[in-house]
């Protein structure tokens, strides 16, 4: 089933020459982890902006083509209603906590707050993300007081507390040490397991051809290749575009030139593992 | 997980004090009464009583050392300054003593005395107030008497910008410092360095609150429902309702005795 | 001594919080040196002391034998250029080309002088294309390089660079990589905070790790990323090379694509 489908969208911000986005089309399946990836400057958070109806109810601009969320029209969409079904997390920690709470318990809370969620259930469902989230440490501090990797991780939470089916993520874990990473990615892709769709924008690569289904590579505002993650991250083209491949598929082509026999390109760790092993014979 | 912190908020926030855990309007109500008792009966003997009583206050709901702590500077500098002022330049035939052109006169005394005390009861409604108060508190009650969450949200977020651009500006001095702009040692320094991130500091802070803005909507801050609370306050037990009343009717017999005596 | 020494700084904050313990390194003249750590580990505050941001509570630090203790951040600014996590915090005037000689008119510099070191900070970064911009309105992965460009101007023997890499594309990472090389070459210090492994192991040779607020380990990028007790107590990663041949259980410490494929070669 679509969730959301483009048809033929461009895109510009008010008041400026150059389309961000141009003629875009894809359709994109319920319940599927797409990465989406591209050289800086290519076009990829106004494309969250887009897929999270940002676009057209908070940036107007000029919008051409068809936007479809769930078979209608986002321009149909109630903006508030859109806000719930679709969950939004961005890149920069320190404007994605609300000011106004005083411990990062309530912090969490916020969203079902105002989604109207009785008690009960609201306390219940921010234990179970603090849990999830492994923030049991934090929820009496301030969240204004934390570090920027602390605060990304309380944004997080709470939005995954609002449990909406659809997730936008842009860049969550460019403030975060790799052990951080490792465990975002996981509940990402937990999320996927419970039915959500995810869209995420990302540069670390090797978790990318590890979780997602499918990539979209968005260079100069326009989608460059698209598909399985497997074919797309083997393309050695994209090194031309900026975009990184993972040291797995690179290290897969190097053993295809020393070894006849190898004839897929492995874009995983564990798949490169299985290639060598096969060669060296354990 | 601290599960005794979760489970608080699942009854009433209180701190256990009589005062503390007066309903923010009611404790607004008796502090607003407070403020006016000095400014009706033009007597310096009433406002100390008042300034007495806020002591008092803050000692029985366990706030006397945040409560003293700006209290007590603010009410020297703001009272010493009226009353110098008022006592040096208000004309009066019973003249005290003559220092150069300066005469002063008992009514001057009188006046400043009068006045000074005043504004030093007034600066002490809203001093503590805002130590016997949480901002947070003030806001639910509001909402619950229909203030939409909206304004609450100004409110709160505003006193946080302020904590935040303090914390900016500390930052950006530290970046200054670090590009080699000397900002220690001479006052004149400290000025020259802090001019010129004024307008970053503020520019900054505008183009935050579009981001902001969305932050917000991602939290379904526009959701049509209508909003829960996670903290919620004390119901207002009968005998904090009685005591307002009779607060209030003595206070209004106070107005009318005025009025008519 | 033309190095900057730690010599067992302990520093803490005013409200007493300690965030560093006992920090011994010594980064010599045209060293080029990573710090890597899990966050909260002490990264930040450990490098604000080398620049005199922060003073040690106990302990000395010297940049070029000249203890911090006694100079104002100004001062020792003449040294060591420091460029902060986030670009915003550094960013204050209405184009990046005023934003980048604003400190050498501050100087007193000639306009000479002034050409010549924007244009070497503007080459190295690779930002010509945004001089003329609000650096507000450059896209923030390049507003990092505006900062960096800033820093590389004045000049300075010594420079840190506060995770660089966050956010870079593969663009962004290779100019970094260039410039590192370009500094080395002049015989300048570079002292990076990251969480990019990858980008340490290409670049650096000497790796100190950071964890608990204290350095556990100053020692090349091989033996640190095949250290199992520095990558348990860290919490950091190899490079996904690395890991393949741990988990292949392969010899010879690998960390590159090269040296795995010249080792399966004789397979």
Same mark, same amino acid.
């Given at each position: 089933?679509?969730?959301?489908? =483009?048809?033929?969208?461009?895109?510009?911000?008010?008041?400026?020459?150059?389309?961000?986005?141009?003629?875009?089309?894809?359709?994109?399946?319920?319940?599927?982890?797409?990465?989406?990836?591209?050289?800086?400057? $290519?076009?990829?958070?106004?494309?969250?902006?887009?897929?999270?109806?940002?676009?057209?109810?908070?940036?107007?601009?000029?919008?051409?083509?068809?936007?479809? %969320?769930?078979?209608?029209? *986002?321009?149909?969409?109630?903006?508030?209603?859109?806000?719930?079904?679709?969950?939004? %997390?961005?890149?920069?920690?320190?404007?994605?906590?609300?000011?106004?709470? &005083?411990?990062?318990?309530? &912090?969490?809370?916020?969203?079902?707050?105002?989604?109207?969620?009785? @008690?009960?259930?609201?306390?219940?469902?921010?234990? &179970?993300?603090?849990?999830?989230?492994?923030?049991?440490?934090?929820?009496?501090?301030?969240?204004?007081?934390?570090?920027?990797?602390?605060?990304?991780?309380?944004?997080?939470?709470?939005?995954?507390?609002?449990?909406?089916?659809?997730?936008?993520?842009?860049?969550?874990?460019?403030?975060?040490?790799?052990?951080?990473?490792?465990?975002?990615?996981?509940? !990402?892709?937990?999320?996927?397991?419970?039915?959500?769709?995810?869209?995420?924008?990302?540069?670390?690569?090797? /978790?990318?051809?590890?979780?997602?289904?499918?990539?979209?590579?968005?260079?100069?505002?326009?989608?460059?290749?698209?598909?399985?993650?497997?074919?797309?991250?083997?393309?050695?083209?994209?090194?031309?575009?900026?975009?990184?491949?993972? +040291?797995?598929?690179?290290?897969?082509?190097?053993?295809?030139?020393?070894?006849?026999?190898?004839?897929?390109?492995?874009?995983?760790?564990?798949?490169? @593992?299985?290639?060598?092993?096969?060669?060296?014979?354990? | 997980?601290?599960?005794?912190?979760?489970?608080?908020?699942?009854?009433?926030?209180?701190?256990?004090?009589?005062?503390?855990?007066?309903?923010?309007?009611?404790?607004?109500?008796?502090?607003?009464?407070?403020?006016? #008792?000095?400014?009706?009966?033009?007597?310096?003997?009433?406002?100390?009583?008042?300034?007495?009583?806020?002591?008092?206050?803050?000692?029985?709901?366990?706030?006397?050392?945040?409560?003293?702590?700006?209290?007590?500077?603010?009410?020297?500098?703001?009272? $010493? /300054?009226?009353?110098?002022?008022?006592?040096?330049?208000?004309?009066?035939?019973?003249?005290?003593?003559?220092?150069?052109?300066?005469? !002063?006169?008992?009514?001057?005394?009188?006046?400043?005395?009068?006045?000074?005390?005043?504004?030093?009861?007034?600066?002490?409604?809203?001093?503590?107030?805002?130590?016997?108060?949480?901002?947070?508190?003030?806001?639910?009650?509001?909402? @619950?008497?229909?203030?939409?969450?909206?304004?609450?949200?100004?409110?709160?977020?505003?006193?946080?910008?302020?904590?935040?651009?303090?914390?900016?500006?500390?930052?950006?001095?530290?970046?200054?410092?670090?590009?080699? #702009?000397?900002?220690?040692?001479?006052?004149?320094?400290?000025?020259?360095?802090?001019?010129?991130?004024?307008?970053?500091?503020?520019?900054?802070?505008?183009?935050?609150?579009?981001?902001?803005?969305?932050?917000?909507?991602?939290?379904?801050?526009?959701?049509?429902?209508?909003?829960?609370? =996670?903290?919620?306050?004390?119901?207002?037990?009968?005998?904090?309702?009685?005591?307002?009343?009779?607060?209030?009717?003595?206070?209004?017999?106070?107005?009318?005795?005025?009025?008519?005596? | 001594?033309?190095?900057?020494?730690?010599?067992?700084?302990?520093?803490?904050?005013?409200?007493?919080?300690?965030?560093?313990?006992? /920090?011994?390194?010594?980064?010599?003249?045209?060293?080029?040196?990573?710090?890597?750590?899990?966050?909260?580990?002490?990264?930040?505050?450990?490098?604000?002391?080398?620049?005199?941001?922060?003073?040690?509570? $106990?302990?000395?630090?010297?940049?070029?034998?000249?203890?911090?203790?006694?100079?104002?951040?100004?001062?020792?600014?003449?040294?060591?250029?420091?460029?902060?996590?986030?670009?915003?915090?550094?960013?204050?005037?209405?184009?990046?080309?005023?934003?980048?000689?604003?400190?050498?008119?501050?100087?007193?510099?000639?306009? +000479?002088?002034?050409?010549?070191?924007?244009?070497?900070?503007?080459?190295?970064?690779?930002?010509?294309?945004? =001089?003329?911009?609000?650096?507000?309105?450059?896209?923030?992965?390049?507003?990092?390089?505006?900062?960096?460009?800033?820093?590389?101007?004045?000049?300075?023997?010594?420079?840190?660079?506060?995770?660089?890499?966050?956010? +870079?594309?593969?663009?962004?990472?290779?100019?970094?990589?260039?410039?590192?090389?370009?500094?080395? &070459?002049?015989?300048?210090? *570079?002292?990076?905070?990251?969480?990019?492994?990858?980008?340490?192991?290409?670049?650096?040779?000497?790796?100190?790790?950071?964890?608990?607020?204290?350095?556990?380990?100053?020692?090349?990028?091989?033996?640190?990323?095949?250290?199992?007790?520095?990558?348990?107590?860290?919490?950091?990663?190899?490079?996904?090379?690395?890991?393949?041949?741990?988990?292949?259980?392969?010899?010879?410490?690998?960390?590159?694509?090269?040296?795995?494929?010249?080792?399966?070669?004789?397979?």
């Amino acid at each position: 089933m679509n969730c959301i489908t =483009l048809k033929d969208v461009s895109y510009k911000y008010p008041y400026t020459e150059d389309f961000v986005l141009a003629n875009i089309n894809y359709q994109f399946e319920k319940g599927k982890f797409y990465g989406i990836i591209g050289p800086n400057g $290519s076009g990829k958070t106004t494309f969250c902006n887009l897929l999270r109806g940002m676009i057209p109810h908070f940036f107007h601009g000029d919008l051409s083509g068809d936007v479809l %969320i769930e078979g209608q029209d *986002v321009r149909d969409w109630n903006s508030d209603l859109l806000s719930t079904k679709i969950g939004y %997390i961005f890149q920069n920690p320190f404007t994605q906590i609300s000011g106004i709470k &005083e411990t990062v318990f309530e &912090e969490i809370a916020l969203g079902l707050e105002n989604l109207g969620v009785e @008690k009960e259930e609201l306390i219940e469902r921010v234990v &179970e993300v603090v849990k999830l989230l492994k923030l049991e440490k934090l929820i009496k501090k301030n969240p204004n007081n934390l570090s920027g990797g602390q605060k990304q991780r309380v944004a997080f939470a709470s939005i995954i507390a609002m449990n909406s089916d659809i997730l936008v993520i842009d860049e969550p874990t460019s403030q975060l040490d790799p052990e951080s990473t490792d465990e975002i990615f996981k509940i !990402i892709n937990l999320l996927k397991e419970q039915g959500k769709t995810i869209f995420l924008v990302e540069h670390k690569i090797d /978790l990318i051809a590890e979780y997602a289904d499918e990539v979209i590579v968005l260079n100069q505002g326009q989608i460059a290749r698209s598909g399985l993650t497997a074919d797309v991250l083997s393309d050695l083209s994209l090194l031309q575009m900026g975009v990184t491949l993972p +040291q797995a598929t690179l290290l897969s082509y190097d053993l295809q030139k020393i070894d006849k026999a190898i004839d897929t390109i492995s874009i995983t760790k564990s798949q490169v @593992k299985d290639q060598i092993m096969k060669r060296v014979g354990v | 997980m601290d599960y005794q912190f979760v489970d608080s908020f699942r009854k009433p926030q209180v701190q256990h004090n009589w005062f503390l855990d007066l309903n923010p309007l009611s404790k607004l109500n008796i502090i607003i009464i407070l403020a006016i #008792i000095p400014i009706l009966s033009h007597s310096w003997q009433v406002s100390v009583a008042v300034i007495t009583f806020y002591f008092v206050l803050a000692v029985a709901s366990n706030r006397l050392k945040q409560f003293s702590k700006v209290y007590v500077r603010l009410a020297l500098l703001i009272g $010493s /300054l009226l009353f110098i002022m008022r006592a040096m330049f208000i004309p009066g035939e019973d003249t005290l003593m003559k220092i150069g052109f300066i005469t !002063i006169t008992q009514e001057g005394v009188d006046h400043g005395a009068r006045f000074a005390s005043l504004v030093v009861a007034i600066c002490g409604a809203l001093v503590f107030y805002s130590v016997a108060t949480q901002a947070r508190d003030l806001m639910l009650a509001l909402e @619950k008497k229909g203030v939409p969450h909206t304004a609450t949200y100004v409110i709160l977020s505003s006193l946080q910008s302020i904590i935040d651009l303090g914390r900016m500006s500390k930052i950006i001095m530290e970046s200054q410092k670090a590009r080699g #702009i000397e900002t220690e040692g001479k006052a004149m320094n400290r000025i020259k360095a802090f001019f010129p991130i004024l307008g970053p500091l503020f520019l900054g802070a505008i183009s935050n609150s579009e981001e902001k803005a969305i932050a917000m909507d991602a939290r379904a801050f526009y959701a049509p429902e209508k909003n829960t609370h =996670l903290r919620e306050l004390r119901p207002v037990p009968m005998s904090e309702k009685l005591i307002l009343v009779i607060v209030n009717l003595a206070f209004i017999a106070f107005i009318v005795w005025r009025v008519i005596g | 001594m033309e190095a900057i020494e730690l010599k067992n700084v302990t520093f803490a904050y005013p409200d007493g919080h300690v965030a560093n313990e006992e /920090l011994n390194l010594v980064i010599r003249k045209g060293e080029r040196v990573a710090i890597v750590g899990q966050n909260g580990a002490g990264k930040t505050t450990a490098v604000k002391l080398m620049n005199g941001l922060n003073k040690p509570t $106990s302990g000395d630090v010297l940049v070029n034998g000249i203890n911090t203790k006694n100079q104002t951040t100004a001062q020792i600014s003449a040294y060591v250029g420091y460029v902060f996590q986030n670009p915003d915090d550094q960013i204050f005037n209405s184009n990046v080309q005023k934003e980048i000689e604003y400190m050498l008119h501050y100087l007193k510099l000639d306009q +000479q002088e002034i050409e010549r070191r924007v244009s070497r900070a503007v080459e190295l970064t690779g930002i010509e294309g945004y =001089l003329h911009m609000n650096p507000f309105d450059v896209p923030y992965s390049i507003r990092r390089f505006v900062t960096i460009a800033m820093v590389l101007a004045l000049e300075t023997p010594y420079i840190i660079l506060d995770e660089p890499t966050a956010g +870079q594309d593969l663009i962004g990472i290779k100019t970094l990589s260039n410039l590192l090389d370009r500094l080395q &070459e002049e015989g300048k210090s *570079v002292i990076t905070i990251t969480h990019d492994m990858e980008f340490v192991a290409d670049n650096f040779t000497r790796v100190v790790t950071m964890a608990n607020k204290r350095i556990i380990s100053d020692d090349s990028a091989r033996n640190t990323f095949w250290s199992k007790e520095i990558i348990t107590e860290a919490r950091i990663k190899k490079p996904q090379i690395g890991e393949v041949a741990e988990e292949l259980g392969l010899k010879g410490n690998i960390i590159f694509r090269h040296e795995l494929v010249e080792l399966l070669k004789k397979y």
